[in-house]
Each structure stands twice: as structure tokens, then as C-alpha cells.
């Protein structure tokens, strides 16, 4: 990567980082001179900040993108104004041009384009912020979907990352209280680790095809490994429609609280019982066939959960939504959360902060979102607890699922798709 | 809960009074759990929301003894055996095979606290639905309390554990905390086909919810009915001193569990009973005798039970058991005298609940 676009690169996080800092302390430091007090609302900052943010991210793409995705994740760390503005930050970014693809395809296939393809759509069918998906037909005529990794994506992960680095050492030199930001750069990174290979991907597909093998309600792509590199995956083409799209699901003769209740049973199957799941289940990634069935696509994030941890998982879910304190708090504690002053006492307090939100003891699917929302306003507002990283990242996609439910007017039974059954 | 009798208890009851427990001069603390229920100044085990709730269901089946009407019952036949039976989950811990054992009771108190799905159960304006007056019926009261007791007994509530903590701290006062085997949820959630998007209507011309609510009750009640042979499997293992560390304690932990399990059996017979007595308005403008509705959907129950399900779950459950065993110095020597100790048992021919008219 040509010397001046890092720097360009490092002066614009630089800048970003800056402004954001200064968006809170011009006014903080004004204050102290005047002897007035702290305002109790900070929500107008929140959201300027979280919008300088996302205009940075989306002009330089690539890791800033991720970046704001796994801050809009943290719910326990961030107020909700800075999580409403980065969860608009999707993966749809400008495709890179053509001829700059065809030459990385041609180089990680070690041959033309035409020696492998019959077809090969210049338009992508996709892009987002580490790769770009294009419609492609083998020389025997099968249909693929082949994503393509930007050319000089792990060098911009490299740059970007150091930069990001840089400016959390100098924030927390100079904040005495600073959020504590490395460990989402250090999450970012595994994550990029996970995402920029593209045969482990595969691996991943492979194996979350399995698991659903006997099912017949899931379908995930076959890889074709022969065309594939760690830059270059090429996979069978899919179609469906794609899981947001109410009105034409309704119109294949599918009711969408079918597809919201199978997406929440594919999902706990894959977390609670097999401790490996596709952990990006945005609306861009899933879709339904006329027949019923989920198409899974994208497993760059998929993520093995350590023994015992679904097991933690389901205790966890289940004493919430059967309202047992007592239950829950073991939950919490077996599942790895931790205060720092080690007092279970706090998760009492969050526990009791939790069961106010039950009224009526019944707990369908929407109480359930009630709970998982509570539970992470809990934590922010109480910072003597330690969230595990893994469980964030599942709560992530209860989060997604929910906004899906959301979309399509309808709600899960979360017990029931554990396996409980209403008759 | 006894056969019924005469009752002078009311038949009318607030939500309160159904959930309502009764004095405890010490509460019932499991390994370090509080659970739900307590003991008596004789130190005998009460049963949770019991104080009103055990009166009312023996007062509602006097009332249907004395308006003539018969208390259906489940045939005990008709319970499958246990698999492993004692005997073999005996020798599986002797010979140091515990993962289908620990597996075993984990999924126990998985399905006991899954019963709290029961306060889900959408349950219709049965005054309408019900061409006869309900009032003072067990019927009356499903979502009066009668569910919401069942299922706070079944998964616990607030600072009390319920029957799912209560087989969990069983097993490890037993086993003395085993590990739980990792793919304990995969063994039970995910195998087999997905769940079917559409549920075959038995009774098309029933109100759908209805339909629902009476299939529901129905399983529920076969699968309480039949839980008290995997009661009366724990409670023999647990408590025997060969296999289990504290089997005082582990075994008489399931005797409470069955004694709380008595007034689930107890007012799901009543309340289907009561449907049993009277006639169902259908959605065409007819009727449909509630025994017709009741036979057929306990029917299709025991059957699957005992049936297809039974095979289902014992394939599953041998499944995990021969990979178990791989880890034994001698499997096939095992395999054999495991499968020697096994109880033959043919399902009954009939269900007893056979449908009486062609038409339902």
C-alpha cells in the first residue's frame, strides 16, 4: 500500500480520535473554569460523537467499519445514543472496480478468468467492508457465488489496527478515567483474524452444514474448495428471499412468525447444543426459500464456545425467562461474569433490577428482548462486572434476531425454540 | 392427593389462594439451593402452593363424582420402563460409565423445568366455547392460577428452585457433582428433523386455540403420569447406598418431587374430565361431545408415547450410551451384560382412549 494513503489513513483516525476527545472535554474543562455542574444528560454529545464516527468509517471503510459494528455490539460498554447511530452501520460500501478484481482472482486462482469461468458478472452482487461477492458460472455451467477479498485489505487491517492502537494509548495516557477501548481493538483483531480466511470459512460452512444434515430445514451453501484460496471463496449460488422482505414471504405462502420462530431454533441449536454457530446473522446474510427453508450464508464469524459454556448459556436464558433469582445468579457466575470486588451481591442487584421488568410472570419472546435489553443497561450502569467476551458476542446476535422479529411483525418463544413445546 | 371425597372446600378461587403456600417450620434447602416447599413441625415434606390448591382439587372432583361424571385415568401399563432401567444405569456407574447416567438426569431436569412452558399455553374464553356452565370448575381456573402453580413448581421461582434444581442438586449429591457431559443439549435439542411448521388438527371443527389447549393438556398429563416411573427409577438409584454417596438425602429429593408432581396429574385429570362432561361449540355452529374431543387427542397421545416416541428416545439415548462406552476397557463385554439386564415390555394394544364415533 502506497506510503500516503497510511498516512493519510493514520492522520484521519488520528483526527477522528481527536475530535471525538475534544467533543467531550472543551465542554467538561469550560465548566470546571466556570464552577458549574456536570450535566446529567450527555445523550446530544453521545450522538455527535457517534456520528463523526460513523462518517469517518464509512469514508475510509475496512477495519474503521468494523470497528463501529463491534462498538454498536457493546451495549454493557456504550450509551444507547452512540448505539443507535453505529448500528446503522452496515456492511454496504462501493464496490472496488472490476479490472482490480479480475487481476486479484486471476493471481490467487494462478490462471485467466476465463480458463475457470464461463461467466463472470463485472457488477458485484455484494460488497461490504472486507470483500465483495460475484455472480460467476463455472465452465460447466454451475452458478457460483464468488467473494472476493479487497486486493490490499490485510494491509489496511494491519495500518488500521496499529492506528488504533496508538490512539488508545495516548486517550488513556491522558484520561484518568478512560472506557476501556483495547480490549475491543483486541476483539476487532481476532475478529479480523477469523474474517480474512476465507478457507477457514469454508471449514466453518462445512461444519454448520453438518450439524443440520439430518434436519432438512437449513441450507448452507456447498464450498467449492477447488476454486477457492485464502483470499478467493467460491461457493454454490443460493437463492431466496431475503429474510426482511415481509410482504413476499407472505406471498410464497410463508408466515413470517414460522420463519422468525425457525430462525430462533436454528440458533439455539447452534449455540446452546453445538457451541458453534455463524455469528453474523444480519438480514443481508439470511434468507428463506419458498419451500420453507433458512439459507445461512457468511461464516467468516462463526465462533466455537468453550465446553460448558452453552450449557451456562441455556441456565441463563432459562432462569430469566422462568423468573428464578437464585437460578439466574448461579447462571451468571458459572458462565464467567465477575465483580471486581468479588460481592455476588451485584448480581442480585442487576438480578432483582431484571425480574421489575415482569409484571405478568409470562415470558414469550418479547419479554425475553425486555430481559437481554435490561441485563445490558444493568451492566453499563454498574461497572463493577465483567462481562464475558464470548457472551457479548452472543448477545449480539439475540440482538440481530430480535431486530429481524422486529422487522417481520412477529416473535420467538425462546423456550420454546430450546425445545419446549406448547403442544 | 387420595381418591376424591366429599369436600365442604369452596369451589371459587382468587389466583392468590391457588399459588398460596401453607406454614413451614423449616424450608427445604437442596445441596445449597432454596427450593420451594418445606417441612412440617413433624418433619414431614409439604408440597408448595398446596394450602388452597389441594382442597380445591379434591372439592372440584367431588362436584363431578356428585354431578355423576366419571375421573378419567391413564392406564399405568402404559408406561414404558426407563431406559437404562436401575439395573443397568447400576451397572454403567460400577463400571465407571457415568456420562449416561449424569446425561440422563440432566435431561430430566431439563424436561421437568421445560414443563414452565405450561404458563404459556394460550388458553381461549372456555365460557364460550363450552356449550355447559364452567363455573366452579377446575376448567374455570387453568389460567386462574392452576398453570402458573404448575409451572413455578416445575422450573422455580424468584429466590425458590423447583423441581428442575431440585433433580439437579439430586444428581449431585448422588454423584458428587459429576461433570456434565458437553454435549448434553445436543443429545436432547439437536437431532432428529426440525420442527414441523404445521401441527395436524385432530378436531378441525374446534376453535384452533382450543384444539391447542385440550392436545396440550392432554401430553402434559400423559407425560406427568408416565414421569412417575422415571420418579420411581431416580428415587430406587439415587438412594441406593452402592452407587450413590448420599442416598438419604439424593433419594428422598425425588419423593418430593413425585409428591409435588400429584397435584399436576390430579387437576389436568380434572379439568379434562370436566371438558369429558360437557359438549364443544365448533366453529361451524355444531357441537362435538368434549369425550369424543378428549379421546381422540389423549389417544393420539399415548400412542405417540408409547410408540414411536419411545423408540425415538431409547435409539437416542443408546446412541450416546455405546459412544460412552468406547471409553470402558472392555465395551463389548459391557454392551453384553447391559443388554442382558434389559426389561422387555410391548406397548399395550390399546390406549383405552380409543375414539367412540366414527365422526371424531
Redesign the interface.
Known amino acids: 500500500m502506497r506510503l500516503l494513503v497510511r498516512l493519510y489513513r493514520s492522520l484521519r483516525i488520528a483526527a477522528t480520535a481527536a475530535r471525538v476527545y475534544l467533543l467531550y472535554k472543551l465542554p467538561a474543562w469550560g465548566r470546571r473554569l466556570l464552577r458549574r455542574p456536570e450535566p446529567e444528560d450527555l445523550d446530544a454529545s453521545h450522538e455527535r460523537a457517534a456520528r463523526i464516527l460513523l462518517g469517518t468509517a464509512l469514508s475510509l471503510r475496512g477495519v474503521t467499519i468494523k470497528f463501529c459494528q463491534v462498538v454498536a455490539t457493546r451495549a454493557d460498554v456504550f450509551p444507547p445514543a452512540v448505539i443507535e447511530v453505529l448500528k446503522q452501520c452496515h456492511d454496504a460500501v462501493p464496490p472496488q472496480p472490476f479490472p482490480r478484481i479480475r487481476a486479484h482472482v486471476e493471481a490467487e486462482l494462478g490462471r485467466p478468468l476465463d480458463q475457470v469461468f464461463r461467466a463472470f458478472e463485472p457488477e458485484p452482487m455484494a460488497a461490504a467492508s472486507l470483500a465483495q461477492v460475484h455472480r460467476a458460472e463455472l465452465l460447466d455451467g454451475t452458478p457460483l457465488a464468488v467473494k472476493v477479498q479487497y486486493p490490499d485489505i490485510e494491509q489496511i487491517v494491519r495500518t488500521d489496527l496499529a492506528n488504533m492502537r496508538r490512539v488508545c494509548a495516548v486517550y488513556e495516557f491522558f484520561d484518568p478515567q478512560p472506557l476501556e477501548l483495547r480490549p475491543l481493538v483486541k476483539e476487532l483483531t481476532n475478529h479480523l483474524a477469523l474474517e480474512l480466511d476465507f478457507l477457514r470459512e469454508a471449514d466453518c460452512a462445512d461444519r454448520v452444514r453438518e450439524?443440520?444434515a439430518?434436519?432438512?430445514?437449513?441450507v448452507v451453501p456447498e464450498m467449492h474448495r477447488e476454486w477457492s484460496t485464502r483470499r478467493v471463496l467460491s461457493m454454490q449460488l443460493v437463492d431466496g428471499i431475503k429474510i426482511t422482505e415481509k410482504e413476499k414471504i407472505q406471498a410464497a405462502g410463508l408466515?413470517p412468525a414460522?420463519v422468525v420462530?425457525?430462525l430462533m431454533?436454528i440458533y439455539?441449536?447452534m449455540i446452546?447444543?453445538?457451541?458453534f454457530f455463524q455469528a453474523d446473522p444480519h438480514p443481508g446474510n439470511l434468507f428463506v426459500q419458498p419451500d420453507?427453508q433458512v439459507v445461512l450464508l457468511d461464516f467468516g464469524l462463526s465462533k466455537e464456545l468453550p465446553?460448558?459454556f452453552?450449557?451456562g448459556l441455556?441456565e441463563l436464558m432459562?432462569?430469566m425467562?422462568?423468573?428464578?433469582?437464585?437460578?439466574m445468579i448461579?447462571a451468571f457466575q458459572e458462565l464467567g461474569f465477575e465483580t471486581k470486588n468479588g460481592d455476588p451481591s451485584t448480581f442480585l442487584l442487576i438480578t432483582r433490577r431484571m425480574?421489575k421488568r415482569s409484571d405478568t410472570?409470562?415470558?414469550?419472546g418479547e419479554f425475553t428482548e425486555q430481559m437481554t435489553d435490561e441485563l445490558f443497561d444493568a451492566i453499563r450502569e454498574n461497572p463493577v462486572v465483567q462481562v464475558p467476551s464470548d457472551f457479548v458476542l452472543v448477545g449480539r446476535v439475540f440482538s440481530l434476531l430480535s431486530g429481524i422479529a422486529h422487522t417481520l411483525g412477529s416473535r420467538a418463544?425462546v423456550?420454546?425454540a430450546?425445545?419446549?413445546?406448547?403442544? | 392427593m387420595g381418591a376424591p371425597a366429599a369436600s365442604d372446600a369452596p369451589l371459587e378461587y382468587a389466583v392468590d389462594e391457588l399459588l398460596a403456600d401453607g406454614p413451614y417450620e423449616a424450608p427445604l434447602v437442596a445441596g445449597q439451593?432454596?427450593c420451594h416447599g418445606g417441612f412440617d413441625a413433624e418433619g414431614r415434606y409439604r408440597s408448595p402452593r398446596t394450602l388452597q390448591r389441594a382442597p380445591a382439587i379434591r372439592a372440584w372432583q367431588a362436584q363431578l363424582a356428585r354431578d355423576g361424571h366419571e375421573l378419567l385415568a391413564i392406564d399405568a401399563a402404559l408406561m414404558p420402563p426407563q431406559y437404562p432401567n436401575v439395573e443397568q444405569a447400576k451397572l454403567l456407574l460400577r463400571e465407571g460409565v457415568r456420562d449416561p447416567v449424569v446425561r440422563r438426569l440432566t435431561i430430566i431436569s431439563i424436561v421437568e423445568?421445560?414443563?414452565?412452558?405450561?404458563?404459556?399455553?394460550k388458553v381461549p374464553d372456555l365460557a364460550a366455547l363450552v356449550v355447559e356452565p364452567i363455573e366452579g370448575t377446575a376448567l374455570a381456573h387453568l389460567r386462574g392460577g392452576l398453570f402458573?402453580a404448575h409451572?413455578r413448581d416445575e422450573?422455580?421461582?424468584?429466590?425458590?428452585?423447583?423441581h428442575?434444581?431440585m433433580w439437579e442438586a439430586a444428581r449431585d449429591l448422588a454423584l458428587e457433582n459429576p461433570r456434565?457431559p458437553?454435549d448434553?443439549?445436543?443429545r436432547?435439542?439437536?437431532?432428529?428433523?426440525?420442527?414441523r411448521?404445521e401441527r395436524r388438527r385432530a378436531l378441525p371443527r374446534l376453535d384452533e386455540a382450543l384444539e391447542?389447549?385440550l392436545?396440550?393438556m392432554a401430553?402434559v398429563l400423559a407425560v406427568e403420569v408416565f414421569a412417575m416411573g422415571a420418579f420411581d427409577w431416580g428415587e430406587r438409584l439415587l438412594s441406593d447406598p452402592e452407587v450413590s454417596a448420599n442416598p438419604e438425602a439424593a433419594g428422598s429429593l425425588v419423593s418430593y418431587i413425585r409428591s409435588d408432581e400429584s397435584p399436576h396429574v390430579e387437576y389436568l385429570r380434572s379439568a379434562l374430565s370436566e371438558v369429558s362432561a360437557r359438549s364443544l361449540r365448533c366453529v361451524d355452529g355444531g357441537t362435538i361431545p368434549g369425550r369424543e374431543a378428549v379421546r381422540v387427542l389423549l389417544h393420539a397421545t399415548l400412542r405417540g408415547l408409547t410408540r414411536e416416541r419411545r423408540e425415538e428416545q431409547r435409539q437416542a439415548i443408546r446412541e450416546s450410551l455405546l459412544d460412552s462406552m468406547q471409553a470402558h476397557a472392555q465395551p463389548e463385554s459391557l454392551l453384553e451384560r447391559y443388554d442382558a439386564l434389559e426389561s422387555a415390555w410391548t406397548p399395550p394394544a390399546k390406549t383405552g382412549f380409543e375414539p367412540e364415533t366414527p365422526e371424531a
Do not use: H
Request: proline share 1%; charged share 25%.
Open positions: 450439524l443440520f439430518r434436519d432438512g430445514t437449513v408466515d414460522d420462530q425457525e431454533r439455539t441449536r446452546l447444543a453445538a457451541g420453507g465446553e460448558g452453552g450449557l441455556f432459562f432462569s425467562m422462568t423468573l428464578n433469582e437464585s437460578a448461579r425480574m410472570g409470562r415470558f414469550e418463544n423456550l420454546e430450546m425445545g419446549a413445546s406448547t403442544g | 439451593v432454596r423445568g421445560f414443563g414452565a412452558i405450561i404458563r404459556d399455553v402458573e409451572a422450573a422455580g421461582y424468584r429466590d425458590e428452585g423447583g428442575k434444581q456434565i458437553g448434553v443439549l445436543m436432547m435439542l439437536g437431532q432428529g428433523p426440525g420442527r411448521r391447542t389447549m392436545a396440550t401430553q
